[in-house]
């Protein structure tokens, strides 16, 4: 009995954002009524976006009717998508896309710069900090050389070279 699924044709489902489907016919299931609320407070909110959007004066103004109308149940049926529906601004969706793309890839030139100058600033930072290691390390082996002692004869091998190492001598 578990495995016989009713066949629902895909008008009577609601798209969620996660992909997932529901049948809105059956408000008594509480999951249900939770999702209908949820796409019901979506619609309330994406309604208050247009208003505040129509509200700047650049702007191009959204008609909210239409929204409704393309929100409701029944426009599932009567679907649109943005390339099969005529052009008002006389601009085509492949236009927009590769315009759209040619923004995006500026905005992600931007943060790759500014994350390469971080990243050349900590660089740049670590060498003066190695640079100043290796002053201080050759200061001291200058100081050793100079006064003969044993005790720092393993620094002196390793900053050396090979023909001016020392003679160890007991």
Known sequence: MYGFYKYIPPTEFVKLHDGKYIVCEQDRNKRCQKISQKIAQEKKRLLVEIQRYNQQPDGDLVDTISVVQKLSNKAAESMIWPWQEQNTDGVDITTKKKLFDQLMLVSRL???????????????QYLKDSAEKVQSLMATVSVCTQTGRKSNYLALCILRPEHTKPTPTN
């Open 110 to 124: 931007t943060e790759e710069k500014q994350i390469l100058v971080k990243e050349m600033m900590q660089h740049c």
